[in-house]
């Protein structure tokens, strides 16, 4: 049964769109109380069929080896967890668990390579799209995250001849923790986030370094100038800015929203918190067309199918679909406390509009 699981799950995301589905983008808002947001989109050229999974403390797990058999590591879930799954299958790509921990796998195309696999340590390993559950399942906070991944070995999982899986891995805790997680060349490098912000390829490290590029922007309107007796004022707002990336490379994703993360006044409160985590994102929602590929003599469009907002101080996992951008969530904690199993929410439901006509006064 967890093979069968496990190949729906790469069967879902190792389409011929894969390759155009490297658009994810997420942030972290931290409101002047403390109250801390992960917010994430989801991209993904053919249709996903994600469903929110809610597993409870005590469910068993079993990683995967690089052959496909359900041989891996073995493991009881320790915290309970909610989160954005696959095909419906209770393989976590983004959420949220009991003790306000968040994670999420962003495609990672053209650097993921994971440590090759060692027979003697079967019983250690699982596939690299098994992390988010995994950590997940075993941790609180990011610190605790940083001292156990020494204890876990992560290959490339195969599905069929359907090909690999690249990911790298976000994690967020109620504290405002963030690292980031990357396997390159066979090893795996842990980085401290202070940022909060990751999207895809290239690795964080040149991220980082792309980053300089950008120093001279400012929240602030540049000032007039003179010259020659003629003054030359701003033809409107946002100069300070001029030139902010709008493309959906992921390298101009990370400038973007981050220079909106970091521009926007602080928040109080959890719920200021949510509606700025929410505002946010919403800068890097792709509608469908605005980027395609030609591969194979057919055109594949990349979609904004899904987004997350995690409120790590309420335990609270909202969520909207390409086809309902009304907000909805689950309270992790309550439905945790009403699981005896795995348990699935739709997300694919239609939105409702209030018609609100008759309100006028």
């Known amino acids: 049964m967890l093979k069968y699981l496990n ?3 790469v069967v879902a995301i190792v389409s011929p769109a894969a390759r155009s589905a490297d658009a994810c983008t997420s942030t972290r808002i931290r409101t002047d109380d403390g109250c801390v947001f992960y917010t994430r989109t989801m991209e993904y050229g053919a249709p996903m069929n994600s469903t929110v999974s809610v597993v409870p403390a005590g469910t068993r797990r079993q990683g995967t080896l690089p052959d496909g058999t359900p041989k891996g590591m073995t493991w009881d879930v320790k915290y309970g967890f909610a989160g954005m799954n696959a095909s419906g299958q209770p393989l976590i790509i983004d959420g949220m668990n009991e003790k306000g ?11 993921a390579e994971y440590e090759p696999f060692d027979p003697a340590r079967a019983d250690a390993t699982i596939g690299q799209y098994e992390v988010v559950t995994w950590i997940l399942s075993n941790f609180a906070t990011v610190e605790e995250v940083r001292r156990g991944m020494a204890g876990v070995r992560v290959c490339m999982g195969q599905a069929l001849d359907l ?7 976000v994690m967020h805790d109620a504290g405002g923790g963030c690292i980031v997680i990357e396997y390159v060349k066979g090893k795996m490098n842990l980085y401290e986030n202070p940022l909060g912000v ?22 602030v309107n540049v000032p007039e100038l003179k010259l020659q007796g003629t003054t030359l004022r701003e033809l409107g707002q946002g100069t300070g800015m001029l030139g902010l990336p709008g493309d959906f490379t992921p390298p101009h994703r990370f400038v973007r929203i981050l220079a909106l993360t970091e521009s926007a006044l602080p928040v109080h409160g959890p719920g200021a918190g949510l509606d700025l985590a929410m505002t946010i994102i919403g800068n890097v929602d792709i509608p469908r067309g605005a980027v395609r590929e030609k591969t194979d003599g057919s055109v594949v469009y990349d979609l904004t199918q899904w987004v997350v907002v995690s409120d790590l101080a309420r335990k609270r996992f909202y969520f909207n679909t390409a086809g309902n951008k009304n907000w909805r969530y689950i309270d992790v904690m309550k439905a945790l406390a009403g699981a005896e199993g795995v348990l699935s929410v739709p997300v694919d439901t239609p939105a409702d509009y209030p018609d609100v006509t008759g309100s006028a006064r």
């Open 198 to 219: 990751l999207t895809n390829s290239p690795p964080f490290d040149w991220m980082m370094i792309y980053l300089r590029n950008f120093v001279s922007f400012s929240a």
């Open 163 to 169: 090909g690999p899986v690249p990911l790298h891995y």
């Open 7 to 9: 190949v729906l799950l």
């Open 101 to 111: 921990l968040a994670a999420g796998a962003l495609l990672f195309p053209g650097f």
